[in-house]
C-alpha cells in the first residue's frame, strides 16, 4: 500500500461494513460498575474547597477556583445561542465523582484497577504501551508507514486514571501529566498560563469549570522540541447525574511541535448530563499545535430523552510571532452542542486555521463555529465548516472574523457548506465579519444544498444501498475537513459520520 | 432474458402517461437498438427499467431472468447484473474514484452472497480495465466525475461496467456529447466487453453510434410505443429520411 488514496480507500471499506455491523446506533453506551465515590450533591464552596482538597492542592489554586466561584455566581447562563436548552438546575448534580479505589493515585499503569482498563479497551483504548490507538494495527495491517505511537491520558469522570508514555516523552523533555498533577508538580508554568487564554470570568460556563474542574490534562513541550509522538485525552463520563468539568493547558514553548487528539464518549443515560470543559491552548514563537477532537457524547435517544449538554470553551493564544494552531473537530455526539473553538492571533505572521465537522439527527441541537480574533500583522485564518443536519434536528454554523485596527495585512477565508437530509430538520449560518483596516481582506463563502436524488440514483444503480450511499456521500461533503485529521481519527471519525446518520434515510 | 409487456408508464408529479403500451423482448448475446425523437420515451424507459423515482407503473410487466424486476430495489437490480451508463454522469465531490468503485463492486458481491475483493486483487483488476479505456491515473483518483470532461465521463461509465460485469446493459444516449475517437473508444469498450450471454440496450437519437455497435434489431419509438422494429438497415433509413415517416405511425395508434 503505497497511495494515499489506496489506504483511504480501505478506511472507506471499514467505514461501510462497520455500519453493517454496528445494529445499536450508540456503541459506547455500556456503563461501568464501578464503586464511585461523590461529593455531596449540590455547589458551594464547601464543595470548592472539597475538591480543591481531593486534589491535594496548594492554597492559591483553592484561591483561585474560590475566587471563580463568587464571579460565578453573579453571572447568568448565556442565551444568545440558537439552543433551546431546558433549565439546568445547578444545585441538582454532583461537581466530583471518581472510582472509590482511586483515592490514592496508581503510580503506574500496572496499578490501575482492572475494570477501568477494560473500559478504557472496551472503547479502543489500550492503556498499554505496547499498543496503538483505537485498533489501527487489527484495521490496517499492511500498513507500516503509519507506525506512529499515541500517549494517552485516561480521565474517568473527574479523575485522570493513567498516562501512557510518560517517561519517554519526559526524556524528551516533553511535561504530559493530569492537570492535577501539575499543579503539584510545576506550579511555576500552571501559574504563568492557567486562566491566561480563558479568563476566570470569560464566560458562565468557563467560569464554573474554573472553580469545580478535577482534572485534565496538562502538556508543555520545550523550546525546539518536537513531540515524539501523538499526545491524547480521552474522556468517559461514566457516573449518573454528575458533571464533568476538566481542564486542558498546553504550552508550545518557542520553535516547538505538538498534535493533540481528543475524545470523549458516555453512556446511554436518560437523564441529561453537563459537560463544560474549558481547553487553553499557549503558542510561542514559531511553534505550532494542532488539537482534534473527535466528540461523541451520548446524543440522547431519537425523541430528544437523555444526552450531554457539551458547552466548552477552547481558545488558542497566538502569542508568538509565525505561531501556528490548526483546531479540527468532528461533532457527533451530545444533546446540545455549545462550542466556538478560537484562535486569538496576536503574533506577527501568525496564523489560526479552523476545520469543522458537526452532525445533528433526530433531536440534536449543534450551535458552534469559530472566532477568529486577528490582532498582530499579516495574522492569517481559514475556517471550513460542514454542517450536516438530518431528523428533526438544528444546526447552527456562528462564526466571528475581527480583524483589528493594527492587524496590517490580514487574511480570513471562510467557507461555511451546509447539508440537509430529509426536510423536517435546519441549518443555520450566522457569520459576524467586523474588520477595522483597510488593508485587511476577509472572504465569506456559502452554501446548503440536500443530499442529491439523482447522487443516491446512481450510487445505489451501481449497486450500493441506499444507507451506504447516505454515508458515502457525506464523507464526500465532508473530506476536506477529514483529511486535516491525523490517521487514527480520521478512521474513527469516518465511521463516525456513517453511524450518526443511521436511520435518517426512507 | 429481459421481457417487457405491454407497459404503460406515467410520471408521478403530473399525470401525464410517458411510456403508453411498450412490449420488448431481448434474449441473451442480442444487442437492441431503440432511436426514436426527443419526448418520445426512450429515457424513461431505462430510467424505469433502472428503478429510478418519479414514475408510476399503470399497466404491464418486466420480467428480467425470471424474476418481476418492478418489485426489486434499485441495488437489488445491480446485484442482478442490471447496469445502466447514464447520459450524464453524476459528479460526487469529495468520494473518490477508487472508493466509489470498490464499494460498488463488494456491495454487489455481498448482495448476492459472494467474498469481498480484497485491495490487492481489486487494483489489479481495475487497472488493467482503466488502461483498455485509456483512463489516467490521476483520473481515478479524482472524485466521482468531478472535473471530467464529457468524454471522460462516459469512458468512466464504461470502465464501471467493465468492472461490474452486468449481464445486461443499457446505453442510454452514451453517444452525446461525443467526438468520434471518444465514441470509437467507448464502443470498443463494450464491443470487447460483449458476449452471447450479455444483452444490450442501446438507446439513442442517432444512427452514428450504431456504426460501432452494431444492433441485431432496431426499434424506432415514436410517442410511447415501439413504431417500428427491423435490423440495422433500419437505422440508417432513418439517418437519411428523420423520423417524420415513423411520427405518423405513433399519431395513427391513437
Known sequence: ?506 | MLNIDDLKVSLEEEEKQIIKGLSLSIKPGEVHAIMGPNGSGKSTLSSVLAGKDGYIIDNGTVNFDGSDLLEAEVEERAALGIFMAFQYPIEIPGVGNMNFLRTALNSQRKTRGQEELNAADFLKLVRGIAKDLEISDEMMKRPVNVGASGGEKKRNEILQMCLLEPRFVILDETDSGLDVDAMKLVSRGVNNFSSSSRSFLVITHYQRLLNYIVPDFVHIMVDGRIVKTGDKTLALHVEETGYKDFLQLGKGKH
Request: glycine share 6%; with cysteine; charged share 25%.
Open chain 1, 1 to 506: 500500500m503505497t497511495d494515499n488514496y489506496e489506504v483511504r480507500d480501505v478506511i472507506d471499506k471499514e467505514t461501510l461494513s462497520t455500519v453493517k455491523s454496528v445494529g445499536d446506533t450508540y456503541k459506547y453506551g455500556f456503563s461501568t460498575d464501578i464503586e464511585t465515590e461523590y461529593a455531596p450533591l449540590g455547589l458551594n464552596e464547601d464543595i470548592v474547597k472539597l475538591i480543591s482538597k481531593k486534589n491535594n492542592e496548594p492554597k492559591w489554586m483553592l484561591d483561585w477556583r474560590l475566587k471563580a466561584f463568587n464571579r460565578w455566581k453573579k453571572l447568568k447562563q448565556p442565551d444568545w445561542a440558537l439552543l433551546k436548552i431546558p433549565e439546568i438546575d445547578f444545585q441538582d448534580q454532583y461537581y466530583y465523582a471518581r472510582p472509590a479505589n482511586m483515592k490514592e493515585k496508581p503510580k503506574s499503569l500496572d496499578e490501575v484497577d482492572p475494570k477501568l482498563l477494560e473500559t478504557y479497551s472496551k472503547l479502543g483504548i489500550p492503556l498499554t504501551e505496547q499498543k496503538k490507538l483505537a485498533g489501527v494495527i487489527e484495521e490496517n495491517p499492511e500498513d507500516k508507514s503509519e507506525n506512529r505511537r499515541v500517549a494517552v491520558d485516561a480521565v474517568f469522570d473527574s479523575v485522570s486514571v493513567g498516562t501512557t508514555f510518560k517517561e519517554e516523552l519526559k526524556s524528551a523533555g516533553v511535561i504530559f501529566c493530569s492537570i492535577s498533577e501539575a499543579i503539584k508538580e510545576y506550579p511555576d508554568l500552571v501559574k504563568k498560563y492557567l486562566g491566561s487564554v480563558v479568563p476566570i470570568s470569560d464566560n458562565f460556563f468557563a467560569c464554573l469549570n474554573a472553580a469545580v474542574f478535577s482534572d485534565g490534562s496538562f502538556v508543555y513541550i520545550p523550546k525546539g522540541v518536537r513531540c515524539p509522538m501523538e499526545l491524547s485525552t480521552y474522556f468517559r463520563i461514566n457516573a449518573e447525574n454528575t458533571g464533568q468539568f476538566e481542564r486542558t493547558l498546553i504550552i508550545a514553548d518557542d520553535n516547538s511541535y505538538v498534535s493533540y487528539l481528543e475524545g470523549c464518549t458516555a453512556p446511554q443515560r436518560d437523564e441529561s448530563q453537563l459537560h463544560a470543559a474549558v481547553v487553553e491552548l499557549v503558542i510561542l514563537d514559531e511553534a505550532e499545535i494542532k488539537y482534534s477532537t473527535v466528540q461523541n457524547w451520548f446524543p440522547g435517544d431519537e425523541n430528544g430523552v437523555g444526552g450531554i449538554y457539551n458547552f466548552v470553551t477552547k481558545r488558542a493564544d497566538c502569542r508568538g510571532r509565525n505561531s501556528k494552531v490548526m483546531w479540527t473537530q468532528v461533532e457527533t455526539g451530545s444533546a446540545i452542542t455549545w462550542k466556538y473553538p478560537s484562535c486569538v492571533l496576536k503574533g506577527d505572521n501568525s496564523s489560526g486555521e479552523f476545520y469543522s465537522i458537526a452532525i445533528t439527527n433526530n433531536m440534536q441541537q449543534a450551535d458552534t463555529g469559530t472566532k477568529m480574533i486577528h490582532l498582530g500583522k499579516n495574522t492569517n485564518s481559514r475556517i471550513v465548516s460542514k454542517g450536516i443536519s438530518a431528523g428533526k434536528a438544528q444546526n447552527t454554523y456562528r462564526g466571528l472574523v475581527q480583524i483589528g485596527g493594527r492587524s496590517q495585512n490580514s487574511r480570513n477565508f471562510t467557507q461555511c457548506d451546509s447539508l440537509l437530509i430529509g426536510n423536517k430538520c435546519g441549518a443555520h449560518t450566522v457569520p459576524y465579519i467586523e474588520v477595522n483596516n483597510s488593508s485587511a481582506r476577509a472572504e465569506h463563502e456559502a452554501t446548503t444544498s440536500k443530499v442529491d436524488e439523482d447522487q443516491l440514483f446512481y450510487c445505489m444503480q451501481r449497486g450500493i444501498g441506499e444507507e451506504d450511499a447516505v454515508a458515502l456521500i457525506v464523507n464526500g461533503f465532508c473530506k476536506e475537513v477529514l483529511q486535516a485529521l491525523p490517521m487514527e481519527f480520521a478512521m474513527e471519525a469516518q465511521k463516525l459520520v456513517a453511524i450518526s446518520l443511521e436511520g435518517s434515510v426512507g
